[in-house]
């Protein structure tokens, strides 16, 4: 990277946390940091240090390291501001999704194995070490989304004056919290209701298919060009079909004028976007992008134009997992219903024989 980057990532990153942080400090509290917050915020600031220092292991697998202090810290800033919380209220859930982020990050890594948009360097030689050391990184994207998504709507961003939580619950009736959780945040930018038809639905989903097959089916040289729609086709591709089974859906939240669900994954994708590339910049081991255009202007490892995918990454990490979330769903309520209907059909065998 050309250094002379290197103070506007910087400037970037303290304008973007200093924003959080003064409208952190202005929204009323309803509980103080909880004691994984303060965890979090050590395990960030010891690791910034033994990095400084040149510790080897810190500095292998700071990437990880790091995003473990601040999921700690972010999600007890959302209790301090809601008294709930996705690791402090239901932990299994937290889990799970830490777990499905690694087969979730995975699907972009079987893309990258055709596309070559970026590599790794400086990673452990030890295969064991090397796999729990990717796990263990795989492992907070989607936290990382999620938990700042919560944050941000914590901090009633897009509050609109006038607008109450009771009016959301009626104007949006049918949406559900998407952490399923604690209540959304009380503030959506509203708009008249309106019903999206199954058509154009149709159609964005083929449009979402097209964007993602197409950048892996062409000759790599042609697909390397077109890496980005990667980025955002499982949103179109996906929410429809979220929506179509009745799972949590953006699409039903614009029917309803709600756009906070939104607006708060896109500022998390900035937001984790500016930290995954600083925290990566001074880390030993380390991705590289190498995809075939603007590698002249660069903000940390990433070029300047790239920093735009991270907030429609973050959309698409709310989808896709919400799409895992709606077949698991699916699922179980198919086997309960043939349960039921096993029930059924012996308790009514069981009956005829009665009455004969």
Known sequence: MN??????????????LSFLAVTYCRVPKVAAMPFWGWGGLAIILSSEALLILHVDWVTTFFTPIVWTGYLLLVDALVWSLQGNSRLGRTPRHFLALAFWSVPLWLIFEACNLRLRNWIYLGVPLNPVVNILGYA???????PGIFETSDFILALRLFRRAGR???DLQTLNHKARPWSGRFKQSTGPFAVNRRVISSSPRRGIAVLGFLMVVLPVVLPPHFGAYLFGLVWIGFVPML??????VNGRSLLRDFESGNYSALFALLVAGWVCGILWEFWNYWASAKWLYIFPIFQSWKIFEMPALGYLGFPAFA?????????????RKTIKARESGSESGTVTALNDGSNKESRY
């Open 3 to 16: 250094s002379n980057h290197l103070p506007l990532g910087i400037l970037l990153l303290a304008a973007t």
């Open 239 to 244: 929410e429809p079909l979220n929506y179509a």
């Open 315 to 327: 959309v698409e990490c709310f989808v896709m997992y919400e799409f895992l979330r709606t077949i």
């Open 136 to 142: 263990w990184a795989f492992a907070t994207i989607w």
């Open 164 to 166: 109450t939580g009771s």
